[in-house]
């Protein structure tokens, strides 16, 4: 069967920010006297969204309020991060993009980023060329974290196909595991921080233009 649809996830495939992330969360976790090791870091942090990240810091003692503020704490010292540097999408991703607006793929962002992250890639990023906003599928609060297949299962119904109809680019463990769990039709590995993915046989790639473009309908 070949390819009808592509699920992005965003922050690590899409948009190469994760070390942003790593030094936004160690300003975060330095402030509020906080100390994890880097693989702590990788099973706490990683393709999880911020309630559950910080209820898990915080064992489960904040309050919804709590919770909304150190949120915003956080992703106001990444997008200030995000500023100082030449923000750009991963290699090939524009032209990839471009070639499966040509052919008429349905594509969708499932991400573990809030709203007004969203409207911050948009405006940086000019994500508007290649996505609507209704294809994004984000931290909206009432979605679980990955590896909870959710997300994935959400952004392929947005699209009207089935499961086993997409292909999902990944770059987190607990993604890759998302994407298992939801049965999608194939997953491809984006490698942007030299990551060990001996576990799995999944392609990987460094650039979208290595993406082998036979996969997909036309």
Same mark, same amino acid.
């Given at each position: 069967?070949?390819?009808?649809?592509?699920?992005?996830? %965003?922050?690590?495939?899409?948009?190469?920010?994760?070390?942003?992330?790593?030094?936004?969360?160690? @300003?975060?976790?330095?402030?509020?006297?906080?100390?994890? $090791?880097?693989?702590?870091?990788?099973? =706490?942090?990683?393709g999880r969204n911020n309630n559950d990240v910080l209820n898990t810091l915080f064992h489960n003692q904040l309050s919804v309020e709590e919770v909304n503020r150190l949120s915003r704490e956080k992703e106001s010292i990444y997008q200030n991060l995000c500023l100082q540097t030449e923000m750009k999408l991963a290699p090939g991703a524009e032209e990839f993009l471009g070639f499966l607006k040509s052919i008429k793929i349905p @594509?969708?962002?499932?991400?573990?980023?809030? %709203?007004?992250?969203?409207?911050?890639? %948009?405006?940086?990023?000019? *994500?508007?060329?290649?996505?609507?906003?209704?294809?994004?599928?984000? +931290?909206?609060? $009432?979605?679980? $974290?990955?590896?909870?297949?959710?997300?994935?299962?959400?952004?392929?119904?947005?699209?009207?196909?089935?499961?086993?109809?997409? *292909?999902?680019?990944?770059?987190?463990?607990?993604?890759?595991?998302?994407? #298992?769990?939801? #049965?999608?039709?194939?997953?491809?590995? @984006?490698? &942007? +921080? =030299? #990551?060990?993915?001996?576990?799995?046989?999944?392609?990987?790639?460094?650039?979208?233009?290595?993406?082998? =473009? $036979?996969?997909? &309908?036309?």
């Amino acid at each position: 069967m070949k390819i009808k649809g592509v699920v992005f996830d %965003f922050n690590g495939t899409l948009f190469w920010d994760t070390h942003l992330h790593n030094e936004a969360w160690d @300003v975060f976790l330095e402030r509020n006297r906080i100390k994890l $090791s880097n693989e702590e870091k990788n099973s =706490k942090i990683h393709g999880r969204n911020n309630n559950d990240v910080l209820n898990t810091l915080f064992h489960n003692q904040l309050s919804v309020e709590e919770v909304n503020r150190l949120s915003r704490e956080k992703e106001s010292i990444y997008q200030n991060l995000c500023l100082q540097t030449e923000m750009k999408l991963a290699p090939g991703a524009e032209e990839f993009l471009g070639f499966l607006k040509s052919i008429k793929i349905p @594509v969708a962002i499932a991400t573990a980023s809030e %709203f007004d992250n969203i409207e911050f890639y %948009f405006k940086h990023l000019g *994500l508007g060329s290649f996505f609507e906003m209704s294809e994004v599928i984000y +931290n909206d609060g $009432s979605i679980r $974290s990955k590896p909870d297949p959710q997300i994935f299962r959400k952004a392929v119904n947005r699209m009207g196909l089935m499961e086993c109809e997409t *292909l999902v680019f990944e770059d987190s463990i607990s993604g890759i595991l998302a994407a #298992e769990k939801a #049965e999608v039709g194939g997953i491809i590995i @984006v490698n &942007s +921080n =030299k #990551e060990d993915y001996g576990r799995w046989d999944y392609p990987q790639i460094r650039n979208f233009a290595e993406v082998d =473009k $036979s996969l997909f &309908s036309r």
